[in-house]
């Protein structure tokens, strides 16, 4: 019992997992902010973080915003400036890497930052968009949120000139893509689940899409979740910062032909 909850990833664990990914089918991965953690980007929920400054249901919903762009826009700043200048780090890297060896499918990410696409990731699904442009809610215009843009006090759609948010799921708007992470959970016969508690909806769907189906899930993670104490036999949990985890589960199930 007890072995697959040991911090790190020992080896027979280490290769059998990395044997099942490769004989899998149909991967994907979802992340959430804790594969961004190493990045210097901190969650949201941990005391210190945003949500302690900024209440979410007093800035992050979208009735704050229609309401008073001014006040939501304060959130926004500081939320540009937690994310400005990241750059991906190991875990990110892995991913892409193993993507690129034909390992991994889709990666469905709850993050807004940028770094799958950063680190070399194509097939990239942001459900709660990103913060890399800013949109217009009433005729859908989107730009490239340029520091220019960031210094007005709210910027406004050159279309019709209704006040810009950046484009990120607010709290009571529709996360993105449903139909297409559904179909792929559908799909997917093992899924790794990096940096995320998984409890937020559409994401903790996910994981019981792919365990009705007979799928099975690697889990990294610094602690236990909800998902690791649901686990199934064929399931792994690997305990640790995932900059650590990630590329060592990758480098075992990348052939050696494949890696540099
Ligand atoms: P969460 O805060 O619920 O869970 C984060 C998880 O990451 C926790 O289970 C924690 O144990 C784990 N974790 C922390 N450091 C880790 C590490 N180094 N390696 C592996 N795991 C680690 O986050 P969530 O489930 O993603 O939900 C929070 C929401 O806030 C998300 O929906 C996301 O949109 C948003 N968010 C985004 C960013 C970003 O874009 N980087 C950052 C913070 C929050
Ligand atoms: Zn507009």
Same mark, same amino acid.
């Given at each position: 019992?007890?072995?697959?909850?040991?911090?790190?990833?020992?080896?027979?664990?280490?290769?059998?997992?990395?044997?099942?990914?490769?004989?899998?089918?149909?991967?994907?991965?979802?992340?959430?902010?804790?594969?961004?953690?190493?990045?210097?980007?901190?969650?949201?929920?941990?005391?210190?973080?945003?949500?302690?400054?900024?209440?979410?249901?007093?800035?992050?919903?979208?009735?704050?915003?229609?309401?008073?762009?001014?006040?939501?826009?304060?959130?926004?700043?500081?939320?540009?400036?937690?994310?400005? !200048?990241?750059?991906?780090?190991?875990?990110? &890297?892995?991913?892409? @890497? #193993?993507?690129? =060896?034909?390992?991994? /499918?889709?990666?469905?990410?709850?993050?807004?930052?940028?770094?799958?696409?950063?680190?070399?990731?194509?097939?990239?699904?942001?459900?709660?968009?990103?913060?890399?442009?800013?949109?217009?809610?009433?005729?859908?215009?989107?730009?490239?949120?340029?520091?220019?843009?960031?210094?007005?006090?709210?910027?406004?759609?050159?279309?019709?000139?209704?006040?810009?948010?950046?484009?990120?799921?607010?709290?009571?708007?529709?996360?993105?893509?449903?139909?297409?992470?559904?179909?792929?959970?559908?799909?997917?016969?093992?899924?790794?689940?990096?940096?995320?508690?998984?409890?937020?909806?559409?994401?903790?769907?996910?994981?019981?899409?792919?365990?009705?189906? !007979?799928?099975?899930?690697?889990?990294?993670? &610094?602690?236990?979740? @909800? #998902?690791?104490? =649901?686990?199934?036999? /064929?399931?792994?949990?690997?305990?640790?910062?995932?900059?650590?985890?990630?590329?060592?589960?990758?480098?075992?199930?990348?052939?050696?032909?494949?890696?540099?």
């Amino acid at each position: 019992m007890g072995g697959r909850d040991r911090p790190g990833i020992e080896e027979p664990q280490l290769a059998e997992a990395a044997a099942r990914l490769r004989a899998a089918h149909y991967v994907v991965a979802l992340t959430g902010a804790g594969i961004s953690v190493e990045s210097g980007i901190p969650d949201f929920r941990s005391p210190g973080g945003l949500w302690s400054v900024f209440r979410p249901e007093e800035y992050a919903t979208i009735e704050v915003f229609r309401a008073n762009p001014e006040k939501a826009w304060r959130l926004y700043r500081a939320l540009g400036e937690t994310l400005v !200048g990241r750059e991906p780090n190991p875990a990110h &890297v892995a991913l892409a @890497a #193993l993507e690129q =060896a034909g390992l991994l /499918r889709l990666v469905v990410t709850q993050n807004i930052d940028g770094l799958h696409q950063a680190a070399g990731s194509r097939n990239v699904v942001e459900i709660h968009g990103d913060h890399r442009r800013l949109q217009c809610v009433r005729c859908g215009h989107l730009e490239e949120a340029r520091p220019e843009r960031l210094a007005e006090r709210v910027p406004a759609c050159p279309g019709c000139s209704a006040p810009l948010k950046p484009n990120v799921v607010l709290f009571g708007e529709a996360v993105r893509d449903l139909d297409a992470i559904e179909q792929a959970a559908r799909r997917c016969d093992l899924l790794l689940v990096v940096g995320t508690s998984a409890q937020v909806y559409p994401a903790a769907a996910i994981p019981s899409l792919v365990r009705a189906g !007979g799928g099975a899930i690697i889990e990294f993670n &610094v602690e236990k979740t @909800a #998902l690791t104490a =649901a686990r199934h036999p /064929r399931d792994f949990f690997f305990r640790g910062p995932a900059g650590t985890t990630l590329p060592q589960f990758a480098q075992a199930a990348i052939p050696r032909d494949q890696t540099a």
